[in-house]
């Protein structure tokens, strides 16, 4: 050992006791009594506590759970069955609603095309006969005084 080493001695220290106040016993008041069919009155217990005070009252009795019924079995087949069923269902609708957005799409298509048809035709109608009247015929021009005939070959 060191000659400045000194041995350490543990320090002593007051140590505080803490005693539980204990409660006034109180005098119970009688509960009013509630009148109630006689089958349904329910058990009383009565409990002794360490300090010699008697707590009565009604045991709580656990809930239980209600009995679950018994489910019919569901085979898996018979849900594989259900439900192409059902998606079958739905594809043959969405078939129906395409083949008549198809027959209304190719009607429009059509209309289109038959007024193209029309404005077309008419107009080439127009440039033909208006082509055709100014060919034949005598054409006289009094201002000028020009007069034009047609070259008949006999």
């Known amino acids: 050992m060191s000659p400045n080493h000194t041995p350490h001695v543990p320090v002593q220290r007051a140590v505080e006791v803490h005693q539980?106040?204990?409660?006034?016993?109180?005098?119970p008041v009688p509960a009013p009594v509630v009148p109630m069919q006689p089958g349904s009155v329910p058990a009383v217990?009565?409990?002794v506590l360490p300090?010699?005070?008697?707590?009565?009252?009604?045991a709580i009795e656990p809930a239980?759970?209600?009995?679950?019924?018994?489910?019919?079995?569901?085979?898996r087949a018979a849900v594989n069955?259900?439900?192409?069923?059902?998606?079958?269902?739905?594809?043959c609708g969405g078939l129906i609603l395409l083949t008549s957005f198809?027959?209304?799409?190719?009607?429009?298509?059509t209309q289109l095309i038959i007024l193209?048809?029309?404005?077309?035709?008419?107009?080439?109608?127009?440039?033909?006969?208006?082509?055709?009247?100014h060919q034949s015929g005598t054409t006289v021009n009094i201002r000028k005084a020009?007069?034009?005939r047609n070259h008949f070959n006999g």
């Open 20 to 27: 539980p106040t204990p409660y006034p016993l109180a005098v």
């Open 45 to 47: 217990a009565s409990i």
């Open 102 to 109: 198809i027959a209304a799409l190719t009607a429009f298509i």
């Open 81 to 91: 069955v259900a439900l192409g069923g059902i998606g079958f269902l739905a594809v």
């Open 146 to 148: 020009v007069i034009k």
């Open 64 to 75: 239980r759970p209600e009995p679950v019924t018994a489910k019919p079995a569901v085979s």
């Open 116 to 133: 193209a048809a029309v404005i077309f035709g008419g107009w080439i109608a127009v440039q033909i006969f208006n082509a055709s009247g």
């Open 51 to 58: 300090d010699g005070r008697i707590v009565t009252g009604y």
